[in-house]
């Protein structure tokens, strides 16, 4: 009798699909909620640092959605790329915010909003900035081990 045929890691299908895609995915997701009840909902309107993570992180969610429901473990090549550039904005926003850069918060004050006030923070007094990042590190990190498939060698 033959062994039923093991679920297939093609780019094609679903099955297969490395979980941490799907974390990407929710944290992604999630993290575009949360920017949209905030700016939409609160009526906080986001500086111009904040609008270049929403412009990387956006993307990401509707990318990786798509990539889940479609099976697309190439996902990564065009996904990896975007969450490392919010994640480089995020760092620059936090270490500003953080004061660990010696330059005021000026991207945050000169063009909008100050995202220094005390309602720029969240969960018990997380900055905005941080959380971006943190969100923008996971994903990433969730993308790094979800690479293509090994290919078996030829016989």
């Known amino acids: ?11 094609t299908t679903g099955p297969g699909l490395p ?8 944290i992604a997701l999630i993290a575009t909620l ?3 009840f905030i700016g939409e909902v609160m009526g906080q309107t986001p500086c111009l640092l904040c609008w ?9 969610a509707l990318l990786l959605g798509v990539a ?5 473990l190439g996902v990564r090549r065009y996904a990896l790329p975007l969450a490392l550039a919010g994640a480089a ?9 953080l004061g660990l850069i010696p330059e005021p918060v000026t991207p945050c004050t000169r063009t ?13 007094g997380v900055p905005l900035p941080v959380l971006s990042l943190l969100a923008f590190a996971a994903i990433a990190g ?8 090994r290919r078996e060698p030829a016989s």
């Not at 979980?19 to 929710?26: C, D, E, K, T, V």
């Not at 904005?89 to 915010?97: D, F, G, I, K, T």
């Not at 969730?142 to 498939?149: F, N, V």
């Open 1 to 11: 009798m033959n062994a039923p045929p093991r679920p297939s890691t093609s780019a």
């Open 19 to 26: 979980r941490s895609l799907y974390f990407a995915w929710a």
């Open 34 to 36: 949360g920017a949209l």
């Open 52 to 60: 270049y993570q929403r412009i990387a992180m956006f993307p990401l």
């Open 68 to 72: 889940c429901f479609k099976g697309d």
């Open 89 to 97: 904005v995020a760092l620059y926003h936090s270490a500003l915010y």
């Open 112 to 124: 909008g909003p100050s995202c220094t006030d005390a309602n720029m923070t969240i969960l018990g």
């Open 142 to 149: 969730c993308l790094a081990p979800s690479g293509s498939p």
